[in-house]
């Protein structure tokens, strides 16, 4: 059997075929196949059934973990809310507390709840994004406008607090960069409100669209084993029937509080289809709402108080090694950090939710349609900093 290669977008290649049966090899990329990121997608093709496809990673490889071994543990909040630019916030969360259970520090109360708070709010921008991004790859072009007017009532409220509106450099070691603004605290909840009143239009204008089910139920069914056997994680695997999520089986911050462990729901499906993922993740951005809410309604009745602790001039960790892991928007996210002693890490190893997830492609796709594989690829809810690091 012959193979001809041949390329869509950058990956395209000239070539001159024969007439006769051949595997067709199609390069899908390296562009931007879902908007976020730079990914090539290497398929074999029988006609237009996909035999076998191999994602290609590394276009945007900035080797993050070796950077953190050249920087101090303030310094390495900024790169790390990078690797994934939709959960900023949530990834300067795993370094800092990382950093903290190395010391042995009880940050004030008040910084936990805002942490919760802002977390919850990080993880419904990052949702938003892939529920309008979603059907629009799938010709639905609509929903993405729904989506941005959401964002941007939330981003106002974010950077109104931190001054950065995609990388908010929020968190420090021992707390939050300072406390919030005067009145900030009600203009939160009516952004809330807001974001959530517009949450039907997707119920309707997607999941009650007969085109937009026709391409995704059973359509790219990822099983409990594979999600097992690759370490997928986040609504992905929740979709598949796969009951984890961090914030209730392993609370941090203020997740494990009775005010909240009454709210938090960790929403599954048993189909594991692409239809499935964007129903888990919908329902998962209501319920972030939820939470977020819960934790307005706690910060309402603290006393005014600290958000950090009074750190040293020069921040050393103890000699050891901790992991901490958070349930990250895009699935679980883990800092693995070894200290000798000095002002920056030995070894700081980041383990991304998108790196293990796209990796399930290569069961997703062998044996689908090519018309189907921009709908899997664009319920796998990935981005590709958060792959490439």
């Not at 002002?343 to 190893?349: A, E, G």
Request: hydrophobic share 45%.
């Amino acid at each position: 059997m012959r193979e001809t290669t041949v390329g869509i977008g950058a990956g395209a290649e000239n070539f001159s075929g024969e007439p006769g049966t051949t595997d067709m090899v199609l390069n899908i990329g390296p562009q931007h196949p879902s908007t976020h990121g730079v990914l090539r997608l290497k398929l074999v093709l029988d006609g237009e059934r996909i035999v076998s496809a191999e994602p290609v990673i590394g276009y945007m490889h900035r080797g993050a973990e070796k950077l953190f071994e050249a920087r101090d543990y303030r310094q390495i909040i900024m790169l790390a809310n990078r690797h994934d630019w939709l959960s900023a916030f949530a990834n300067e969360l795993g370094v800092v507390l990382a950093v903290e259970r190395m010391l042995g520090m009880e940050v004030p109360e008040r910084a936990v709840w805002i942490r919760t708070m802002l977390a919850e709010l990080n993880r419904v921008l990052n949702h938003l994004m892939f529920l309008g991004s979603y059907p629009l790859e799938l010709g639905g072009i609509t929903p993405v406008f729904h989506a941005f007017h959401g964002r941007e009532e939330l981003q106002h409220v974010l950077e109104e607090a931190s001054g950065g509106r995609m990388h908010y450099m929020f968190n420090r070691v021992g707390g939050l960069k300072e406390d919030l603004p005067a009145g900030w605290l009600g203009r939160v909840r009516a952004a809330v409100a807001t974001v959530r009143s517009q949450l039907p239009v997707f119920e309707d204008l997607v999941l009650g669209n007969e085109i937009f089910r026709a391409r995704t139920a059973g359509v790219g069914v990822l099983s409990q084993e594979h999600v097992h056997a690759y370490g997928v994680s986040g609504p992905i695997a929740r979709a598949s029937g796969v009951d984890l999520d961090l914030r209730r089986d392993e609370p941090y911050l203020a997740y494990g509080s009775e005010e909240l462990r009454g709210v938090l729901t960790v929403v599954t499906r048993e189909e594991g289809d692409c239809l499935a993922r964007f129903e888990c993740l919908l329902e998962q951005t209501v319920n972030s709402l939820d939470l977020a809410d819960a934790c307005l309604d706690k910060l309402a009745t603290l006393a005014p108080g600290p958000v950090n602790l009074r750190l040293p001039k020069v921040l050393k960790a103890p000699e050891g090694a901790t992991y901490a892991w958070t349930e990250n928007p895009l699935g679980i996210n883990g800092y693995y950090l070894v200290s000798r002693g000095d002002k920056t890490p030995w070894r700081l190893k980041l383990r991304s939710a998108s790196y293990n997830n796209i990796q399930a492609l290569t069961e997703l796709l062998p044996g689908t349609l090519v018309a189907d594989m921009v709908a899997i690829l664009g319920s796998m809810f990935f981005v590709v900093g958060d792959i490439d690091k």
